[in-house]
């Protein structure tokens, strides 16, 4: 009998102060309440960590990064999520007659709303939102001081196909990656699609899809919230220091 240290080795996708683990283990297909339920596993360097579902705006920064290095083996179950189904976060849309609200790591109360739309309660889910928005930042997309909220207005929406984006992943340098790499892949530009103006508060799910390298990346504010074709990764948050770019660490 002896006395034993073991170091345990992992290959990481580090962005920021996520984490994921590699092999990259998709959650999905399936529903966005059944990935966001979904149990993404903890650590394999301490145990006592669960391993988090990404935002949409995180889920785009790893769409950006494997679009760029998609030779990587590393990168196959994101490439093929994206086209073979598609790829969402914690994150919904809630469309209004003024514009979109964009919502990460939204609560029990919204969630219920999903296939439902009770106006009622729609309203007064908007209004706790412009709550956040009081002391928010931004001309064109408006954002809550923690970064979890924003709002765009039709007027500033239409015909901005970025501006979209940005609403919807949470910040210009992820859209700009996003996009940049899009164009650099695909035949046809990116894409930004949402329901258009309506007159009814409606609760969707944003997803990312593209069917192929032969088209082009859509970036979908209006995806069914009873979609069985969505995915999702998991990412650990860690306490370190700001990254510009995603990196591979070996």
């Known amino acids: 009998m002896k006395f034993n240290e073991e170091t345990i080795k992992v290959n990481t996708i580090e962005d920021s102060d996520i984490i994921y683990y590699t092999p990259l283990q998709r959650i999905g297909p399936a529903t966005w309440g059944a990935i966001h339920n979904a149990s993404y596993g903890v650590s394999p360097k301490d145990k006592s960590v669960s391993l988090k579902q990404q935002t949409f705006g995180q889920a785009g920064r790893l769409i950006a990064f494997a679009l760029k290095n998609r030779n990587n083996q590393a990168m196959a179950p994101v ?9 969402t976060g914690d994150t919904l849309a809630l469309w209004v ?14 969630v219920e709303q999903l296939g439902v739309d009770n106006q009622s309660e729609l309203k007064g889910i908007r209004g706790r939102l412009d709550q ?9 997309v408006i954002t809550s001081e923690d970064g979890f909220v924003r709002f765009i207005n039709y007027d500033n929406l239409a015909g901005n196909h970025k501006l979209g984006i940005t609403t919807l992943v949470g910040n210009e340098e992820t859209a700009n990656a996003l996009t940049t790499e899009a164009d650099k892949v695909y035949k046809l530009r990116y894409g930004f699609y949402g329901v258009g103006k309506q007159d009814a508060l409606t609760l969707r799910v944003p997803v990312f899809g593209s069917f192929g390298f032969a088209y082009r990346l859509a970036v979908v504010g209006s995806g069914s919230a009873v979609d069985d074709a969505g995915c999702s990764f ?4 860690v306490a370190k220091p700001l990254a510009e770019n995603l990196e591979v660490a070996r």
């Not at 956040?132 to 064109?140: D, Q, T, V």
């Open 79 to 87: 490439i093929e999520a994206v086209h073979k189904y598609v790829l």
């Open 97 to 110: 007659p003024e514009g979109l609200y964009a919502i990460d790591r939204s609560d029990g109360d919204i």
């Open 132 to 140: 956040r928005l009081s002391g928010a930042r931004g001309e064109k």
């Open 234 to 237: 998991g990412g650990m948050q």
